[in-house]
């Protein structure tokens, strides 16, 4: 029996020319009503309509319907014109991106780069440019080591992704597994010493010593507390942060052992994640009026604090369930940082320093905006933050190391502002970042990423997108509630 052939399947650039070849004059004559509308964008609606009010038979549109360039349509996320071209931005599927442009007069069609793109559609606002020399920012991984998922199925699963990619480097290559043991080494908090100290040196020698480890405890009941055999384990070259009973302890090593023998992903991770690493939290959010009660519909304040609160009620509970697990006796410390309000109009906004009702360990530190003319007194909108925030990042950084006594662990920033000032702190104190976006204004004003100067000088979008940018690509990962707020759906960004 013959071999299958393999088939290319066509680019969107082959679609649009296979049309034009096969079916000329109906393409032709719905790209004129596209030119024919003068410069500007067309959305996924606008380009459907068109196609719908083509005059031509049935017969006709339905071959444009049912033919190669209808999955170019479908796929379509918005179209620019000037005439006589027409470039379209193609989204085949989530985090894959296609540009084709068409010169009507020619009835020539290219592919464009994203670069290519981007300076056609600008010339809407800017016109015709030949400087060489544009700014151009690609935050595309520079190193080719860095690992790089390229399915749509790997889209919000970033944590899995990393996990295949660090536990296949550990399964081909051993040497990869020396960091895992200088960090188990070296890991500590408060001065304590944390899961191993420096009798072992080496990945052979904590092999052996797991081992040794499995023996001993294996005779004990489960619920012995690890305090019982602590100074057996510590002569082992153990410390503290495998569990705090016999059966967590055992458990947590046989995870271990399992990654030094065959690591997989999933072992690695869980893992990974029981490792005591999180004790201090910082949580960014400036804007508002951030307090607990007679709060919610002042301007700017709404489901963001809500959320926090609630996150932050939880976040104490499983930190506190955790380290108690991992047999250690620290209290954690979350500070929700947001802005101090002088003129706070009979809310608690005033405040430096309160504690989140129902726990224990969680605060409220306020840190008012500075500027050359003293602590600005009253509420400000979220659009107009702007230029506080890097005098705000340096206050709140002496603040919080003052209420923790050291650097958090983790920083998580919200919304774009909080996004931005968690950044800096980041770089700052060399620690974690996540970032929470809630909401990305330029989804809610169409077309405001190419006419922003329309908006800038009530909404200062020139700042706010250049914040996401930075803020998004510098961020450790980021979280989101749904897979749509990542990758939209099929048919729509």
Known sequence: MANPKLERIPSMRDRVQDTLSAHRNELVSLLSRYVDQGKGILHPNNLIDELDNMVCDDEARIRLRDGPFSEVLKAAQEAIVLPPFVAVAIRPRPGVWEYV????????????????????????????????????????????????????????????????????????????LEPLLDFLRVHKYKGQALMLNDRIKSVSRLQSALLKAEEHISKLPPETLYTEFEYTFQG?????????????????????????????????????????????????????????????????????IVYILDQVRALENEMLLRIQQQ???????????????????????????????????????????????????????????????????EDAASEIVAELQGFPDFIIGNYSDGNLVASLLAYKMGVTQCNIAHALEKTKYPDSDIYWKKFDEKYHFSCQFTADVLAMNNADFIITSTYQEIAGTDADV
């Open 101 to 176: 442009r068409v010169d009507i007069s020619q009835l020539s069609v290219e592919e464009l780069t994203v670069s290519e793109y981007l300076r056609f559609k600008e010339e809407l606002v800017d016109g015709p440019s030949n400087d060489p020399y544009v700014l151009e920012l690609d935050f595309e991984p520079f190193n080719a080591n860095c690992p790089r998922s390229t399915r749509s199925s790997s889209i919000g699963n970033g944590v899995q992704f990393l996990n295949r990619q660090l536990s296949s480097n550990m399964f081909r290559n051993k040497d990869s």
């Open 236 to 304: 082992m070259g153990f410390e503290r942060g495998w569990g705090d009973t016999a059966a967590r302890v055992l458990e947590m090593m046989h995870l271990l052992l399992d990654i030094l023998q065959a690591p997989d992903p999933s072992t690695l991770e869980t893992f990974l994640g029981r490792v005591p690493m999180v004790f201090n939290v910082v949580i960014l959010s400036p804007h508002g009026y951030f307090g607990q009660a007679n709060v919610l519909g002042l301007p700017d304040t709404g489901g963001q």
């Open 327 to 393: 047999g250690l006796d620290f209290k954690p410390k979350i500070l929700i940082v947001t802005r101090l309000i002088p003129d706070s109009k009979g809310t608690s906004c005033n405040q430096r320093l309160e504690r989140v009702s129902g726990t224990e360990h969680t605060n409220i530190l306020r840190v008012p905006f500075r500027s050359e003319h003293g602590i600005l007194r009253k509420w400000i909108s979220r659009f107009d933050v702007w230029p506080y925030l890097e005098k705000y990042a």
